[in-house]
């Protein structure tokens, strides 16, 4: 694979990729001057511009285009990305969050092709962070280019915003929303504007545009984990079954508040040269509350003859307990993220060259308050029951509205501090050359300079003595009764009414304080120093990339071939805790490293709408910062915790990539596509058993493997039925279906898996309606099961664990009341998804997880 890179030595010229004019039909030349006075607008025109940008792009890329201002699908960045193939999106409380390309997570988001972020242990920029309606598309990179930034094995997904000269003169765009959570039973607001103007002047033209989003949602979810499974003889003689270890009920409660805002000038002067800056802000809010039971039976007694088992297998179908241990928590758990860029540059264009400086500085803010204060108490019965629709678990013998029934349990205060900022400049060139074969040579150089700090703050203190802990009835004004008390629509499986902590009252460090003081606890809220670390990373990239194209007989022949330079600087600073020690030493650690990543892209354009693509590169992913952090995190709640490793080394992957592509229409298309990574480094985490303070903590760390393997196939399409006669003319239908095959290394010696998170199968399935004043989409998104990490117990060692197979479904329908007024309604988890996940066999039962359905409904006006 190595040696099919160096032969083809490529550095796939990105190319400018922009809007194709919606009116222009996408076959050859003298086609498209026939049909470019037609209009064409809406979903068809945005269907179309995505089309354009795959078409006539010089590497492999997938395209989402919002055609008409505020139209882009989804509430946000992730949850609009789900609709590409080979993109799988991971589910935040019901929301799009996580993304992996052609199965690996490893994805670098760049914003008008600039490096974006947000500040955490990971390097990615969270794109939950963007709403939508900010952008006037996302292109998604698969294969790679010399002058595109590396860093995502898996793929770039740039996100582009709209400029003021892109549309000529005066434009105003403005909606309302409401969205209801069935669920949390709440309605929130979401609006935008959109404000843009050009003239043109005698110093020449001149832009201003600025625009804002606001969106709210109220959220619910309803979590059962049943306990993970634990080998026990004692339940039936002679045997050793498999017992579940308790359960762990949370009900969750929140509001998610999203703020985006951005602002851009655009000056040419003469039509040669341009002027032009950017400021754009992200704030992304999660306030939340949970509640909930959590009752672990790990030697406990069971109620002799109690146990079941599932037919033909010895894991425990039903069983009851004497005397078992419970808590009840009441949580904040409150998340904020706070990002800035700031950019400005110029652009200087001739008939045979092109030269762009562009200087950009981000900051990024992530905070985390996470407070807990618990009741505990003994239960003289549980009973427990892990198979129907929702398991089990039930505390009897006991009043849990009574305060007497409670002792206070632990008290916990986390808040972690991340802190990032990151300076870059660019500069790329490009010339155009008169040849039979070569047709541009492009260079350029990047300069960059991130740094990320991490402050962490820590405290788990339980009141009284292990002997005598402290009767909950004089701190009643504490606690009430548990208000999130309906779950899985007030299932009588599970308990739901109990006294519980009041979050509201433990949010801030005042209230938390005071309370802390009430319960006679002296140890202190404070930084955990030992936690806190800095990284700063330098990097100088430079890439040279020539374009080509030639005829092979009778077929054209383009494409492009380079090579991208990069030398990275690392300092990490922090805190080392190694094996055998109980104080951690301070470290101070630099390293360097040079990275030479080659890449070619060729097009064969078989006919006027066949093509054949090929690529061949090298990619690069560096480890995040939490993983590279030395610091060790410690979770005294669960004698758990996780520590970094500042020697790992970063991914590199081989990559070979085919695409042949038929567009027979300007929105109908046919494709099919193949992959091949063969990554190195890759980072899986082990643990380890370390004794600290003379408790025994299981240690996290990560580690590199030997090797992972991704390969696949794509296929899918789209097209309007124009064919068909009236009404039904305005039917189209996107589709695509993904396979991916992966194995990679564990921590278990011999042992391979997939990847985690990533199905073997997944699917996308639209149906549209375009006609007139009405268009509707009907989406639905498919996922096979999926591997979520592999667990270890007394009987087994790399148990996996998987998450069911599911599917989501979402629709909207907009009416023109006029052509500057659109109505629109819309659903999202019309048939909440649940998940399901479970230990090797869907016996060994695992996690019990459903969101809200969500309904919107609005009005956008544009001019």
Same mark, same amino acid.
């Given at each position: 694979?190595?040696?099919?890179?160096?032969?083809?030595?490529?550095?796939?010229?990105?190319?400018?990729?922009?809007?194709?004019?919606?009116?222009?039909?996408?076959?050859?030349?003298?086609?498209?001057?026939?049909?470019?006075?037609?209009?064409?607008?809406?979903?068809?025109?945005?269907?179309?511009?995505?089309?354009?940008?795959?078409?006539?792009?010089?590497? %492999?890329?997938?395209?989402?285009?919002?055609?008409? %201002?505020?139209?882009?699908?989804?509430?946000?960045?992730?949850?609009?990305?789900?609709?590409?193939?080979?993109?799988?999106?991971?589910?935040?409380?019901?929301?799009?969050?996580?993304?992996?390309?052609?199965?690996?997570?490893?994805?670098?988001?760049?914003?008008?092709?600039?490096?974006?972020?947000?500040?955490? $242990?990971?390097?990615?920029?969270?794109?939950?962070?963007?709403?939508?309606?900010?952008?006037?598309?996302?292109?998604?990179?698969?294969?790679?280019? !010399?002058?595109?930034?590396?860093?995502?094995?898996?793929?770039?997904?740039?996100?582009?915003?709209?400029?003021?000269?892109?549309?000529?003169?005066?434009?105003?765009?403005?909606?309302?929303?409401? &969205?209801?959570?069935?669920?949390?039973?709440?309605?929130?607001?979401?609006?935008?504007?959109?404000?843009?103007?050009?003239?043109?002047?005698?110093?020449?033209?001149?832009?201003?545009?600025?625009?804002?989003?606001?969106?709210?949602?109220?959220?619910?979810?309803?979590?059962?984990?049943?306990?993970?499974?634990?080998?026990?003889?004692?339940?039936? /003689?002679?045997? =050793?079954?498999?017992?579940?270890?308790?359960?762990?009920?949370?009900?969750?409660?929140?509001? @998610?508040?999203?703020?985006?805002?951005?602002?851009?000038?655009?000056?040419?002067?003469?039509?040669?040269?341009?002027?032009?800056?950017?400021?754009?802000?992200?704030? *992304?809010?999660?306030?939340?509350?949970?509640?909930?039971?959590?009752?672990?039976?790990?030697?406990?007694?069971?109620?002799?003859?109690?146990?079941?088992?599932?037919?033909?297998?010895?894991?425990?179908?039903?069983?009851?307990?004497?005397?078992?241990?419970?808590?009840?928590?009441?949580?904040?758990?409150?998340?904020?993220?706070?990002?800035?860029?700031?950019?400005?540059?110029?652009?200087?264009?001739?008939?045979?060259? @092109?030269?762009?400086?562009?200087?950009?500085?981000?900051?990024?803010?992530?905070?985390?308050?996470?407070?807990?204060?618990?009741?505990?108490?003994?239960?003289?019965?549980?009973?427990?029951?892990?198979?129907?629709?929702?398991?089990?678990?039930?505390?009897?013998?006991?009043?849990?509205?009574?305060?007497?029934?409670?002792?206070?349990?632990?008290?916990?205060?986390?808040?972690?501090? *991340?802190?990032?900022?990151?300076?870059? +400049?660019?500069?790329?060139?490009? *010339?155009?050359?008169?040849?039979?074969?070569?047709?541009?040579?492009? *260079?350029?150089?990047?300069?960059?300079?991130?740094?990320?700090?991490?402050?962490?703050?820590?405290?788990?203190?339980?009141?009284?003595?292990?002997?005598?802990?402290?009767?909950?009835?004089?701190? /009643?004004?504490?606690?009430?009764?548990?208000?999130? #008390?309906?779950?899985?629509?007030?299932?009588?499986? %599970?308990?739901?009414?109990?006294?519980?902590?009041?979050?509201?009252?433990?949010?801030?460090?005042?209230?938390?304080?005071?309370?802390?003081?009430?319960?006679?606890?002296?140890?202190?809220?404070?930084?955990? /120093?030992?936690? +806190?670390?800095?990284?700063?990373?330098?990097?100088?990239?430079?890439?040279?990339?020539?374009?080509?194209?030639?005829?092979?007989?009778?077929?054209?022949?383009?494409?492009?071939?380079?090579?991208?330079?990069?030398?990275?600087?690392?300092?990490?600073?922090?805190?080392?805790?190694?094996?055998?020690?109980?104080?951690?030493?301070?470290?101070?650690?630099?390293?360097?490293?040079?990275?030479?990543?080659?890449?070619?892209? %060729?097009?064969?354009?078989?006919?006027?709408?066949?093509?054949? &693509?090929?690529?061949?590169?090298?990619?690069?992913?560096?480890?995040?910062?939490?993983?590279?952090?030395?610091?060790? =995190?410690?979770?005294?709640?669960?004698?758990?915790?996780?520590?970094? #490793?500042?020697?790992?080394?970063?991914?590199?992957?081989?990559?070979?990539?085919?695409?042949?592509?038929?567009?027979?229409?300007?929105?109908?298309?046919?494709?099919?596509?193949?992959?091949?990574?063969?990554?190195?480094?890759?980072?899986?985490?082990?643990?380890?058993? &370390?004794?600290?303070?003379?408790?025994?903590?299981?240690?996290?760390?990560?580690?590199?493997?030997?090797?992972?393997?991704?390969?696949?196939?794509?296929?899918? $399409?789209?097209?309007?039925?124009?064919?068909?006669?009236?009404?039904?003319?305005?039917?189209?239908?996107?589709?695509?279906?993904?396979?991916?095959?992966?194995? =990679?290394?564990?921590?278990? !010696?011999?042992?391979?898996?997939?990847?985690?998170?990533?199905?073997?199968?997944?699917?996308?399935?639209?149906?549209?309606?375009?006609?007139?004043?009405?268009?509707?989409?009907?989406?639905?998104?498919?996922?096979?099961?999926?591997?979520?990490?592999?667990?270890?117990?007394?009987?087994?060692?790399?148990?996996?664990?998987?998450?069911?197979?599911?599917?989501?479904?979402?629709?909207?329908?907009?009416?023109?009341?006029?052509?500057?007024?659109?109505?629109?309604?819309?659903?999202?988890?019309?048939?909440?998804?649940?998940?399901?996940?479970?230990?090797?066999?869907?016996?060994?039962?695992?996690?019990?997880?459903?969101?809200?359905?969500?309904?919107?409904?609005?009005?956008?006006?544009?001019?």
């Amino acid at each position: 694979m190595r040696f099919a890179s160096y032969i083809l030595t490529g550095a796939a010229a990105c190319g400018i990729i922009g809007f194709i004019p919606a009116a222009q039909a996408q076959t050859s030349a003298p086609a498209q001057d026939e049909v470019a006075d037609i209009v064409v607008t809406g979903i068809r025109a945005s269907l179309q511009s995505a089309q354009n940008i795959k078409r006539n792009s010089d590497k %492999i890329v997938d395209s989402i285009v919002a055609e008409d %201002i505020g139209k882009l699908p989804d509430i946000n960045v992730a949850e609009a990305l789900q609709r590409v193939s080979g993109i799988q999106v991971s589910r935040d409380r019901g929301e799009g969050g996580g993304v992996a390309i052609r199965g690996l997570s490893q994805v670098l988001t760049t914003m008008n092709g600039r490096e974006v972020f947000t500040a955490g $242990g990971g390097r990615s920029f969270n794109l939950q962070d963007v709403p939508s309606e900010l952008l006037s598309g996302i292109d998604v990179y698969k294969t790679p280019s !010399a002058d595109l930034i590396e860093g995502g094995i898996g793929g770039v997904i740039d996100l582009r915003t709209r400029k003021p000269l892109d549309k000529k003169g005066f434009t105003f765009s403005a909606s309302a929303r409401g &969205r209801y959570s069935d669920l949390a039973d709440d309605v929130k607001p979401m609006a935008s504007v959109l404000v843009s103007n050009s003239w043109d002047t005698d110093a020449g033209e001149f832009g201003i545009l600025v625009s804002a989003a606001y969106q709210e949602r109220a959220f619910a979810t309803d979590i059962i984990n049943v306990g993970a499974p634990n080998g026990r003889s004692d339940i039936i /003689a002679g045997q =050793t079954v498999n017992t579940p270890n308790g359960s762990y009920q949370p009900a969750i409660k929140g509001n @998610r508040r999203r703020i985006g805002v951005d602002g851009i000038v655009q000056w040419k002067p003469t039509p040669e040269l341009e002027f032009y800056g950017q400021v754009s802000y992200q704030d *992304f809010r999660s306030i939340q509350t949970q509640f909930g039971l959590n009752i672990p039976t790990n030697g406990r007694t069971a109620v002799p003859g109690s146990a079941t088992l599932f037919d033909g297998t010895k894991d425990v179908e039903s069983i009851s307990y004497n005397n078992v241990s419970f808590s009840t928590f009441g949580v904040a758990r409150d998340t904020y993220d706070e990002n800035f860029q700031y950019s400005g540059g110029v652009t200087y264009e001739t008939d045979k060259a @092109r030269f762009n400086l562009d200087a950009s500085y981000s900051t990024s803010k992530n905070t985390l308050y996470y407070s807990e204060l618990d009741l505990t108490g003994v239960a003289p019965l549980a009973q427990q029951t892990v198979s129907g629709s929702v398991p089990s678990m039930l505390l009897s013998g006991i009043d849990l509205n009574n305060i007497a029934s409670y002792t206070i349990g632990a008290m916990t205060r986390n808040e972690n501090y *991340f802190k990032g900022d990151m300076w870059a +400049i660019k500069g790329d060139a490009s *010339f155009d050359i008169e040849s039979p074969i070569l047709k541009s040579l492009n *260079f350029g150089l990047r300069w960059a300079k991130r740094g990320m700090d991490f402050t962490p703050v820590r405290f788990f203190q339980t009141p009284g003595t292990a002997a005598a802990r402290l009767n909950a009835a004089p701190y /009643a004004d504490l606690f009430m009764a548990n208000p999130l #008390n309906s779950m899985f629509s007030g299932s009588g499986n %599970i308990n739901q009414d109990f006294l519980v902590a009041d979050p509201d009252a433990l949010r801030s460090m005042d209230s938390f304080n005071a309370i802390r003081q009430q319960l006679g606890i002296t140890a202190q809220v404070g930084v955990s /120093a030992p936690g +806190i670390y800095s990284i700063d990373e330098t990097t100088l990239a430079g890439y040279a990339m020539a374009k080509y194209g030639f005829d092979l007989g009778s077929v054209p022949v383009d494409g492009n071939i380079g090579v991208r330079v990069i030398r990275t600087g690392l300092n990490v600073t922090g805190n080392r805790l190694d094996a055998g020690q109980t104080v951690p030493t301070p470290i101070d650690m630099d390293s360097n490293y040079m990275s030479v990543l080659p890449s070619a892209n %060729i097009r064969f354009k078989l006919s006027d709408e066949l093509q054949l &693509r090929l690529s061949a590169s090298q990619v690069l992913t560096r480890p995040g910062f939490g993983q590279l952090a030395p610091t060790l =995190t410690l979770v005294p709640a669960q004698n758990t915790g996780s520590s970094g #490793n500042p020697d790992l080394r970063p991914l590199k992957a081989d990559q070979l990539d085919a695409s042949l592509e038929y567009y027979f229409s300007p929105t109908g298309s046919l494709y099919l596509a193949g992959f091949y990574r063969n990554v190195q480094n890759f980072i899986l985490t082990g643990t380890v058993l &370390r004794n600290i303070d003379g408790i025994e903590y299981s240690i996290s760390a990560p580690t590199n493997s030997n090797q992972g393997k991704i390969k696949g196939v794509e296929v899918g $399409g789209q097209t309007f039925f124009d064919f068909l006669p009236g009404l039904l003319s305005g039917f189209g239908v996107q589709a695509n279906y993904t396979f991916v095959d992966s194995s =990679t290394g564990t921590s278990i !010696a011999g042992l391979s898996t997939p990847l985690t998170d990533l199905s073997k199968h997944s699917f996308n399935v639209s149906a549209i309606y375009e006609k007139g004043p009405l268009s509707a989409r009907l989406a639905y998104n498919w996922r096979d099961k999926f591997l979520t990490g592999l667990f270890t117990n007394n009987v087994v060692t790399g148990l996996p664990v998987y998450r069911k197979a599911y599917g989501w479904l979402d629709a909207s329908i907009n009416l023109d009341v006029t052509k500057n007024v659109t109505l629109s309604l819309e659903g999202s988890n019309l048939t909440r998804s649940k998940t399901h996940t479970y230990y090797g066999r869907e016996t060994l039962v695992g996690n019990l997880e459903q969101d809200d359905i969500q309904v919107l409904g609005g009005v956008r006006v544009t001019f």
